[in-house]
């Protein structure tokens, strides 16, 4: 026997189909004489239904900030991916996106990205790892902060996390701010 897993509106990822969608219908399939559905699927509205192990939500306890940083493909809409087949995906370009919704984050101009697209790919991992490793800088800091008996490297190393932690957390005319203090 099944039960209904998802509901009505709920916000799902779609495996076979690799994107976000809502559940649009609830479809139990009953038997006659069976108080229960024996399957139970899900109208998405994206042409066919899918069952329970196809469907999975969004996982929201427990994310940090920035946690949901990630790199995502668009396709390149000036060059077909034969005009670009020299780079490591021809037809798309990396897209880093900072929200749940996909809004925000990161796009580099198409011509820049043809000039050197390794470069910018590298540069959209780095990005989008950018909240983990600041995360880490902090605990490292905080960690040689709280054991008295690390070496003067990591004391060092401790305190050029903290600098660094401090500039990226400071607001526009803080002390910490790297483009005042430049400008100085």
């Known amino acids: 026997m099944a039960k209904a897993i998802f509901h009505k509106h709920q916000r799902v990822f779609v495996h076979p189909v690799g994107t976000w969608a809502l559940v649009e219908k609830v479809k139990p399939q009953w038997v006659r004489d069976v108080e229960e559905p024996v399957k139970v699927f899900y109208d998405c509205g994206l042409g066919r239904d899918f069952q329970t192990h196809e469907l999975s939500v969004e996982d929201n306890g427990g994310e940090s900030t920035g946690s949901n940083w990630r790199v995502l493909r668009a396709a390149n809409k000036w060059q077909t991916p034969e005009e670009c087949a020299h780079h490591p995906f021809p037809g798309t370009y990396p897209v ?78 803080e002390a910490g701010d790297a483009r005042r203090e430049a400008a100085e």
């Open 96 to 173: 880093v996106v900072t929200d749940q919704q996909n809004w925000g984050g990161w796009r580099t101009p198409g011509a820049e990205y043809d000039r050197d697209p390794h470069r910018v790919e590298a540069q959209a991992r780095l990005i989008s790892q950018a909240p983990r490793l600041l995360a880490l800088a902090e605990a490292m800091a905080r960690a040689v902060a709280d054991n008295p008996e690390c070496g003067p490297e990591m004391v060092g190393l401790a305190r050029q996390m903290s600098e660094t932690v401090r500039t990226v957390r400071a607001r526009p005319g």
